[in-house]
């Protein structure tokens, strides 16, 4: 089955605990994203890549890094986590760019103590 | 720079009833727009996207959309709402020169009453 896949789905953690949540797609996708999810702010794009080992910043990449070594695999990582981290994320792929259809992953909700 | 303003947060309609849920964008280039649903608890799914074609846009369960330049607007419209419609609602906006970055509207949440 075609689909996006995060890990882990809850996690509560402390302020500074460095943490990985990871997103792997099985459909040979070139284009990979990371968004947060706030209410009343909808998503916001935290980072993309056009393909292996290109990445670029979105709109709110502070506070967090990735990595593209593998076409199937985008980790978030968040080095020293605080509260204002605290959200929802969702990693999508699609086809080639921002301008396809996006396949979005079922999300992950962070809570930063 | 490409922004993305839903006009309303909460949008509550009866059921049998239109639905309108408006969205305004601003795009220094031809953009490609999208609609985007979100059910709770649920990731976002594909309601429908324009990509400079046929300006009255058609996507799944009988929504539609119409991108009027003029007014830059992308406005989703459905004839007849359905219990199951009951969501929150994304329009969403890309431009190629943005290095594919996409921008989301705020959400318009929309409540299908009996």
């Known amino acids: 089955e075609a689909q996006v896949t995060q890990n882990p789905r809850y996690l509560i953690t402390v302020t500074g605990k460095k943490l990985t949540v990871t997103c792997s797609q099985n459909?040979?996708?070139?284009?990979m994203s990371w968004y947060r999810q706030d209410p009343g702010l909808g998503l916001r794009q935290i980072y993309y890549?056009?393909?292996?080992?290109?990445?670029d910043k979105g709109d709110v990449p502070e506070g967090y890094k990735v990595s593209r070594k593998e076409k199937r695999n985008f980790p978030l990582i968040l080095e020293s986590p605080s509260p204002n981290q605290t959200s929802l994320y969702f990693c999508?792929?699609?086809?080639?760019?921002?301008?396809?259809?996006?396949?979005f992953g079922p999300g992950t909700r962070l809570t930063v103590l | 720079a490409q922004s993305v303003t839903q006009l309303d947060s909460h949008v509550s309609v009866s059921e049998g009833t239109p639905v309108l849920l408006r969205c305004n964008y601003s795009s220094s280039y031809s953009p490609s727009l999208f609609w985007y649903v979100q059910h709770p608890n649920k990731g976002l799914q594909l309601l429908l996207k324009y990509t400079s074609a046929a300006t009255l846009v058609k996507g799944i369960n009988g929504f539609e959309a119409e991108f009027k330049k003029s007014e830059t607007s992308f406005h989703l419209t459905k004839p007849s709402a359905h219990m199951s419609d009951a969501a929150e609602y994304f329009c969403v906006v890309s431009e190629s020169n943005a290095g594919n970055m996409l921008t989301f509207g705020g959400g318009t949440r929309l409540m299908v009453k009996p």
């Open positions: 459909m040979n996708h070139e284009y």
């Open positions: 999508a792929s699609s086809p080639q760019s921002g301008g396809d259809t996006q396949y």
């Open positions: 890549s056009m393909n292996v080992e290109v990445t």
